[in-house]
């Protein structure tokens, strides 16, 4: 699926508000890989830019027995471990967790977000109790529970135009499984909140390299040029990886690495790479580019599937100079899994300026 881009700036910029409104981030699945690697750096680096609210909080929802003081040294421990900026000022560490805290429960336990609506109303602030964003980072056959849980509490509302406050509900990839399952999903978010109130994100989209592609590719008179089926014979996309699944298994067992990497990131950078130069560089000029690209994409069927695709799984062997074993023993699993931890295929773009691309995937 490929969405319009939209900022997922706090108070949402797409209906007039400030960028500084306070409000509160309700993180689901807080002690997962997401919330460490990438969420708490991300808003940690945003708070030393100045670019939040004055006045926010951020709670981190999931089932593990923690304090708010053992969560706020896990997410420290991230940022120390994965952000660009790993040397932590105690001082300005201090201030941003602060606005942090803990909410132990079950994901199916309406108890839970019962607790969570008592422990918002406890903090006074009418913005902080009532602009949330609710981001789910969590597996996606969880998106709909979660949802409904949360309208059942009275946490989320289908926000109208001339509402005070608003709520938002941010979806990480993967958008279902298939298809079907991806218009159910959507169905049923809809059921819940307006589609202005959804932001389904590919945060590959942020990376700054990524970011690059088009002023690289439509800004620059040498390039610009030269970048057609007549100088370019093919392109070769390769995204890879140093480390196992890890602590990713629960997950990555469930949606592995063709729907975990290629149906967003890879088709993502694909577009970028392929598309033709947008009108505007508006999100629906670029959204309208990037779906020529995918509806110019060769189908692959039959036997153009075994000839185009391959799927594997890695192996027991070295990684710098260290001993690493199997995607089985990563995950001790009883039974032998069909799961790919390797995917390349090639893909044919039949347009008239480009020719043909290639991808490739591996964990």
Not at 87 to 103: E, G, I, M, P
Not at 254 to 264: C, H, L, P, S
Request: hydrophobic share 40%; with cysteine.
């Amino acid at each position: 699926m490929v969405d319009s881009p939209k900022t997922i700036s706090l108070p949402g910029l797409e209906d007039g508000r400030k960028a500084d409104e306070p409000c509160t981030i309700v993180i689901f699945g807080a002690s997962g890989d997401l919330t460490a690697r990438k969420l708490i750096p991300a808003l940690y680096h945003l708070h030393l830019e100045g670019q939040m609210p004055e006045s926010f909080r951020v709670i981190g929802f999931a089932r593990r027995e923690k304090t708010d003081a053992s969560w706020r040294a896990e997410m420290r421990a991230g940022i120390e471990t994965y952000s660009r900026t790993q040397q932590v000022d105690d001082a300005r560490w201090d201030a941003f967790a602060a606005n942090l805290s803990y909410h132990r429960g079950d994901l199916t336990d309406a108890d839970a977000y019962a607790g969570l609506a008592r422990r918002l109303a406890e903090l006074g602030d009418p913005c902080l109790v009532n602009n949330l964003v609710f981001y789910l980072a969590i597996s996606p056959s969880l998106f709909g529970e979660v949802v409904e849980q949360l309208r059942a509490a009275g946490l989320l509302h289908r926000i109208e135009e001339d509402d005070e406050h608003w709520q938002r509900v941010v979806v990480e990839k993967p958008f279902g499984h298939d298809l079907r399952s991806a218009h159910v999903l959507n169905n049923h978010l809809l059921r819940h909140v307006r589609e202005r109130q959804i932001f389904r994100i590919d945060h590959y989209l942020g990376k700054e390299t990524v970011q690059n592609i088009m002023m690289f590719r439509f800004s620059n008179a040498i390039f610009e040029q030269l970048w057609n089926r007549e100088a370019i014979e093919h392109v070769q996309i390769t995204v890879g990886e140093t480390v196992g699944v890890g602590s990713r298994g629960g997950y990555f067992e469930e949606a592995g690495t063709i729907r975990d990497m290629v149906q967003n990131h890879i088709l993502q950078l694909l577009c970028l790479v392929a598309m033709e130069p947008p009108a505007r560089m508006d999100a629906d000029s670029i959204r309208d580019e990037k779906l020529k690209v995918l509806k110019s994409l060769r189908p692959l069927e039959g036997a153009e599937i075994d000839k185009n695709v391959v799927r594997a799984q890695y192996g027991s062997g070295a990684m710098a100079g260290e001993a690493v074993g199997s995607y089985q023993e990563d995950l001790e699993l009883e039974e032998p899994s069909n799961t790919e931890t390797f995917i390349a295929l090639k893909a044919h773009i039949e347009n008239w300026q480009i020719g043909r691309a290639s991808c490739r995937e591996r964990v």
